[in-house]
Nanobody, 120 residues
Framework: QVQLVESGGGLVQPGGSLRVSCAAS????????MGWYRQAPGKQRELVAT???????NYADSVKGRFTISRDNAKTTVYLEMNSLKPEDTAVYYC??????????????WGQGTQVTVSS
């Protein structure tokens, strides 16, 4: 009964900001690395950002300095704040929960995605 539900997507002007959220249930949230991935039409899904159970973050070079991932373990929710948005950020953004030990991914789950469109 694991569920990851994304929300907060929408249409934004270039240079604008948006925050997307992912609410998780059915997992021991605090034990999971959480991540955001995105997929544009005709392109491969790519990693955007991750945050470990300990709070360490990692970002794709394309979003570094513009996006911030955070988590609220009490709310079992992970967020992605997107600033200085560019048209190339347009994609469906997917939430991921990954039970990681060392370099091993033992369990992982995905949300259904939320559309982010950056256009003038």
């Amino acid at each position: 009964q694991v569920q990851l539900v994304e929300s907060g997507g929408g249409l934004v002007q270039p240079g604008g900001s948006l925050r997307v959220s992912c609410a998780a249930s059915g997992i021991i949230f605090r034990l999971y690395t959480m991540g955001w991935y995105r997929q544009a039409p005709g392109k491969q899904r790519e990693l955007v950002a991750t945050i470990t159970s300990g709070g360490s973050t990692n970002y794709a070079d394309s979003v570094k300095g513009r996006f911030t991932i955070s988590r609220d373990n009490a709310k079992t929710t992970v967020y992605l704040e997107m600033n200085s948005l560019k048209p190339e950020d347009t994609a469906v953004y997917y939430c991921n929960a990954d039970f990681v030990r060392g370099s091993m991914s033992l369990y992982d789950y995905w949300g259904q995605g939320t559309q982010v469109t950056v256009s003038s």
